[in-house]
């Protein structure tokens, strides 16, 4: 059964499709977190990925954990909002995940990269495509980017260099959103992805 929101708390608008980009310490966990936390008709969605599941992880709430034929056989049915194979496991989206949430009424919050970003905006589906929104998250400049990734841990200077370099590289398709935020403090990205989600919950072209 489909949950349901809150209808103390229904969203006045159809469900939207959050997708938010941006490099490495950008804070994007951080601020999409912070608004499911505090708004009970927004959802994180539910990634499929065939690496092995971990100790503390749970299947259809962390993942949904996929054998590589599994994976392959829905990527032939055409049933992925987006994928990516990373090092030698893949990941992807089902749009069935996707689509549920949003026709119950929920807002969907999707943590992704360029590239899965841009299989989204590329879709047909006319569902996702009247429900997408597209945000872009960075660090102000270049000073605060290399800051925000060195404090993220120990790594060597090598891989810090190489995070640092795919971290620019982007940074240079902020202009292919609809919406840029520059990185502040936790509560001012907050305040800004709030703005966005209630701007677009009001247009009328989203209401019934």
């Not at 927004?42 to 599994?70: A, K």
């Not at 893949?90 to 299989?119: C, K, N, P």
């Not at 520059?182 to 966005?196: C, F, G, P, V, W």
Request: hydrophobic share 35%; net charge negative; with cysteine.
């Amino acid at each position: 059964m489909t949950e349901q929101p809150d209808q103390t708390a229904t969203n006045p608008s159809p469900g939207l499709l959050l997708v938010l980009s941006g490099p490495a310490g950008a804070g994007k966990s951080t601020v999409l977190r912070s608004v499911v936390d505090n708004d009970p008709v927004t959802r994180f969605s539910v990634s499929c990925t065939t690496r092995p599941r971990r100790d503390d992880e749970v299947d259809g709430i962390d993942y949904h954990f996929l054998s590589e034929e599994e994976f392959a056989g829905k990527l032939e049915a055409g049933e992925f909002l987006e994928h990516a194979g990373v090092h030698k496991w893949h990941y992807g989206t089902l749009r069935s995940s996707v689509t549920s949430l949003l026709e119950a009424g929920f807002d969907v919050m999707m943590d992704i990269d360029i590239q899965g970003a841009a299989q989204i905006r590329a879709g047909s589906d006319p569902l996702i495509k009247s429900r997408l929104v597209d945000v872009f998250l960075m660090p102000a400049d270049t000073l605060e980017l290399e800051r925000r990734l060195r404090a993220r841990g120990s790594e060597d200077e090598e891989t810090f260099r190489l995070r640092m370099e795919n971290a620019l590289k982007e940074m240079e398709h902020w202009q292919d959103y609809t919406y840029r935020i520059l990185s502040s403090s936790r509560e001012s990205d907050h305040r800004s992805i709030k703005a966005i989600i209630d701007a677009e919950r009001l247009r009328v072209a989203r209401m019934p």
